[in-house]
């Protein structure tokens, strides 16, 4: 059995920074995905192993030896639609069938919760959110086993702890800390928590009791059953 090892995409992202940070301090072994190779020295200073990918290409040779892969990459708030869907759909596609193909054990992908609904988006986040929702089902169809993250609106507070569970029906949406987000990705792969859809905003609610509960085997109400994730007539 291969030594756990994560291959974080979007490594210098907002998120992904914090996802790294966290996976440091949990001493799991560490591969960052880079677009840059300025941005080495931070991840070397944690000690991850390095590699260089251009998610518009073909990135496959960064999936050696992997066993869980963590896709936190996003558009840039400024950024078009070709982008938006160059990253945040395409290369999610990419990324599913190269764990599929390498049989990683796990993929964690962080999305947005108006993936649910990307009509009811502002005009201006319509077209991302519907990117999200299309490779949130590519996932979920691909046949790899997969957690998916639907965070509301993102903040850089510091990590709260605590989180509600929110679905398409959620009309209060607190901002959750990227922090807390991070928090989440890590946990998912070291507690296993696999094929399911976990959407979520700001609330009381203590991270680590809310994925107890979703890493039981009947938890399919708690977790907001996946099928609202991958609609087939998208």
């Known amino acids: 059995m291969k030594t756990l090892k994560v291959l974080l995409i979007g490594a210098h992202g907002r998120t992904g920074r914090l996802i790294a940070a966290r996976l440091h301090d949990e001493a799991i072994p560490l591969r960052a995905m880079l677009r840059k190779s300025a941005h080495k020295s931070e991840f070397a200073a944690m000690g991850a192993e390095i590699v260089l990918g251009d998610l518009t290409n073909d ?12 896709y936190a990459a996003g558009s840039a708030d400024n950024e078009g639609v070709h982008e938006q869907r160059a990253i945040d759909r395409d290369a999610v596609m990419r990324t599913a069938d190269y764990a599929k193909r390498r049989r990683v054990q796990q993929l964690v992908v962080v999305s947005a919760l108006s993936a649910f609904d990307p009509a009811k988006s502002g005009f201006a986040f319509r077209h991302y959110s519907r990117m999200k929702r299309e490779a949130d089902a590519y996932v979920t169809q ?34 959750v800390a990227r922090d807390d987000v991070a928090c989440i990705a890590v946990r998912c792969v070291t507690r296993g928590i696999k094929n399911r859809l976990i959407a979520f905003v700001g609330g009381e609610a203590p991270i ?17 059953a996946t099928h609202h994730a991958a609609p087939t007539s998208l």
């Open 59 to 70: 990135f496959s040779h960064a999936f050696d030896d992997i066993t869980h892969v963590i």
């Open 208 to 224: 680590d009791i809310v994925l107890s509960a979703l890493s039981h085997p009947h938890a399919h109400e708690a977790a907001h």
């Open 142 to 175: 691909r046949g790899v086993p997969y957690a998916i993250l639907r965070p509301g609106p993102l903040s850089d507070e510091p990590a709260h702890g605590a989180i509600a569970l929110a679905n398409e029906l959620t009309m209060h949406k607190p901002d």
